[in-house]
């Protein structure tokens, strides 16, 4: 795993559990990397499939999954779904051999990271929170940005591995440090979509090409990845291109309970979230974030 001394790559024995848009292509970048993968998921169908177009191998829990794993990489929904896939008689923990390094690219809570970090522990595992931001595009091109918490040893051994789809990780502190980062992720990316939402809507009252003003405003202060890469979809009226207002909104929560516990003030952030209810109302939940700009089309 990582490097030898003679800088040549070693192959590690990974288990991945949870095969949707984003776990999909991370487990295959890991063989295309070299390691030898098996992976889990809920419906096993898809793991199945999976490991024909792979060439990996999958099981039918994820104790099993993680059984004789160096590491165990989990990207699932929710807290709730990753206690499920590590705790109990058919969890990651009870399978995985002492010295393994669990990895959680799960965006959950602080809170259950420094539950389940602890739990590890005691069984004599590494636990590294490691969240992910770049969307289902940054996850298929391996170019995913990836925010840790955990000790500095267990995160040196888990980022060559991580390092097979990733173009930045850090460490950014001990357990439940890397969640608190993708709360201010997504935080930043709720206003930023909003502003940029409000700037199309602008546009269009005031009778402009929203194209031709994006392109003279994106190349001063204004400029934003969402600016660059949603602008175009959003005026077109689609919405199937990233992250799910669903989704979304489950990490806002994240965010304004945890702004509650540490008594920070989210005014903005919490108001883009009343402004994704509404999307949902209107039957947006999978569409993707950008649609805030589609609920201000609707209230004209």
């Known amino acids: 795993m990582g490097q030898d001394a003679s800088g040549e790559k070693q192959m590690a024995t990974v288990a991945f559990l949870g095969l949707g848009v984003m776990g999909y292509p991370m487990a295959g970048h890991l063989v295309a990397a070299g390691h030898e993968v098996r992976v889990y998921n809920r419906t096993t169908a898809k793991a199945q499939a999976w490991a024909e177009a792979h060439g990996g191998s999958f099981a039918t829990t994820p104790r099993e999954a ?21 705790l109990g008689e058919d969890g990651a923990f009870a399978g995985m051999a002492e010295g393994a390094v669990f990895v959680d690219h ?18 004599g595992l590494a636990f590294v929170d490691a969240p992910i931001s770049g969307g289902q595009a940054g996850a298929e091109n391996g170019v995913l940005s990836v925010m ?47 502003g940029l939402s409000e700037a199309l809507h602008f546009a269009d009252k005031a009778g402009l090409d929203g194209r031709a003003v994006v392109e003279v405003i994106s190349q001063g202060a204004a400029g934003s990845w969402q600016m660059a890469n949603r602008h175009e979809t959003m005026l ?49 939940g999978r569409w993707d974030t950008s649609s805030l700009y589609k609920r201000l089309k609707a209230l004209d």
């Open 106 to 123: 799960t965006t959950v809570s602080a809170q259950v990271t420094r539950e389940l970090a602890p739990a590890g522990s005691e069984a």
């Open 66 to 86: 993680a059984e004789g794993a160096e590491f165990v990489m989990a990207c699932v929904g929710n807290d709730d779904d990753l206690r499920s896939v590590c």
């Open 236 to 284: 077109d009226d689609h919405f199937d291109h990233g992250f799910a207002v669903d989704w979304m909104r489950k990490d806002l929560g994240i965010c304004l309970d945890a702004a509650d516990d540490t008594g920070a003030s989210l005014p903005v952030t919490a108001l883009v979230d009343q402004f994704y209810k509404e999307v949902q109302k209107m039957g947006g």
């Open 148 to 194: 840790c918490g955990g000790t500095q040893a267990a995160y040196d051994r888990a980022e060559p591995i991580i390092g097979a789809y990733a173009r930045i990780c850090r460490r950014i502190g001990d357990s439940g440090a890397g969640q608190m980062t993708k709360m201010c992720n997504q935080i930043a990316i709720a206003g930023l979509v909003q």
